[in-house]
């Protein structure tokens, strides 16, 4: 595995990629921000996201155990990380995310979620999902499986 490291001497955060040279497209990406991911750090993270995901041929895995803070941009940037990963068919990875990136990720998953197709509510009622737990929901769904 070859390692290509990308860094800017004015930003707080420089970046480490790993390819996989054995193909032409690399099966997975490995991008590895240290610091904090806060202010013009966030716009450099962004691109080289964006550039991984459209590099991998399968998965980017963001490796944030080096990272310090998170801030609020920085979510925004992981979030749409996500969005893209979902519209190129890959998966996008976070490892080592601390609990508050965490929370504030899903917060913001679920707000770009909520703006694009409005509020989201379960589909079923609470007794209908119980009607197919019980014994006849089991009997239903083994018969419509063979």
Do not use: H
């Not at 996201?49 to 490796?63: H, Y």
């Not at 749409?80 to 979902?86: I, P, R, T, V």
Request: proline share 3%; hydrophobic share 45%; aromatic share 8%.
């Amino acid at each position: 595995m070859k390692t290509a490291s990308i860094s800017n001497p004015k930003v707080a955060c420089s970046f480490s990629i790993k390819l996989d040279l054995e193909t032409t497209a690399p099966k997975t990406v490995v991008l590895q921000p240290k610091g904090c991911l806060c202010g013009i750090a966030v716009l450099d993270f962004q691109t080289s996201l964006e550039q991984a995901l459209e590099t991998a041929s399968e998965k980017v895995v963001v490796d944030l155990r080096q990272v310090e803070t998170v801030s609020a941009d920085g979510i925004a940037a992981l979030a749409g990380g996500l969005e893209l990963a979902a519209v190129l068919g890959k998966s996008l990875i976070f490892y080592a995310m601390d609990l508050a990136s965490r929370k504030s990720l899903r917060a913001e998953c679920r707000r770009s979620r909520e703006i694009c197709f409005g509020p989201w509510g379960d589909l079923f009622e609470g007794e209908f999902e119980q009607f197919f737990g019980g014994e006849f929901g089991s009997e239903l769904l083994r018969s419509v499986s063979v």
